[in-house]
């Protein structure tokens, strides 16, 4: 794993289960790109550092596997895989279908839950913008979370956790992606963070057809610019 530093996990019984907090370790780990395709990640290495049994590791490892971001080999090892973009059309189909689908939701609300909803998302905006106007150490990481959130409130307008938890289990490699084109700045957070604006006020409006239009072209931007990401760091690409 090379010089990476992993962090420590919480081992009492108010935190989630070990393997959870393995699995986001690395997931974020490797989204952020601090691993690199081909880095061997040791189960008995993360185990002694973590210092738990085999068994949560290889949990966690076998997460990572199924989204698509390592590679477990019989005998050798698990690794970072590269990057897959062949998908990314899909899971802008996926993802566009549930956060438009949670938005019609939302009309549907009363006012009180619905403002509710609303105001995280302006305070989410105003964390946003807190980063752009000071940036810091790992504002690239740190903006690309907050977006997350900015998206999992969306999702919250449906009443149900599952929707963003799909739309999360699904776009690993997005992930991977949009870290590139945030940092080369083929999608800069300052933009992002206008066509979010305008996304909020067009809920706030109540105009669904709105909504869909601004939501559906700001998720489906990255279908547009992976090309120029993957260009820029070809070997992270398969």
Avoid at 65 to 75: P, Q, S, Y
Avoid at 174 to 183: A, G, P, Q, S
Avoid at 197 to 226: G, M, N, P, R
């Amino acid at each position: 794993m090379g010089t990476v530093n992993l962090p420590k996990i919480g081992l009492n019984n108010d935190v989630e289960m070990y393997d959870d907090q393995i699995y986001k370790i690395l997931r974020r780990l490797i989204i952020e790109n601090k691993l690199r395709p081909e880095d061997r990640l040791s189960e008995n290495e993360l185990a002694d550092h973590f210092g738990v049994s085999r068994m949560p590791v290889r949990k966690a490892l076998d997460r990572l596997e199924e989204n698509g971001l390592i590679e477990i080999l019989a005998k050798k090892g698990s690794f970072v895989k590269k990057i897959s973009a062949t998908n990314i059309r899909e899971i802008c189909f996926v993802r566009t279908s549930i956060e438009t689908n949670a938005l019609r939701e939302a009309f549907a609300l009363k006012d009180t839950a619905f403002n509710r909803i609303v105001n995280k998302l302006e305070k989410n905006l105003e964390q946003q913008a807190k980063i752009i106007i000071r940036p810091g150490k790992d504002a690239d990481a740190k903006y690309l979370k907050l977006d997350d959130e900015f998206h999992a409130i969306i999702c919250s307008f449906s009443g149900t956790q599952l929707a963003w938890n799909t739309i999360e289990s699904l776009k690993a490699n997005m992930d991977r992606i949009r870290y590139f084109t945030v940092k080369d700045r083929l999608s800069a957070p300052d933009q992002l963070i206008k066509e979010h604006q305008v996304i909020v006020d067009a809920i706030k409006s109540k105009d669904f057809d709105l909504c869909y239009k601004l939501l559906k072209e700001h998720l489906y931007e990255i279908s547009k610019t992976y090309e120029k990401a993957k260009e820029a760091n070809s070997e992270w690409f398969s």
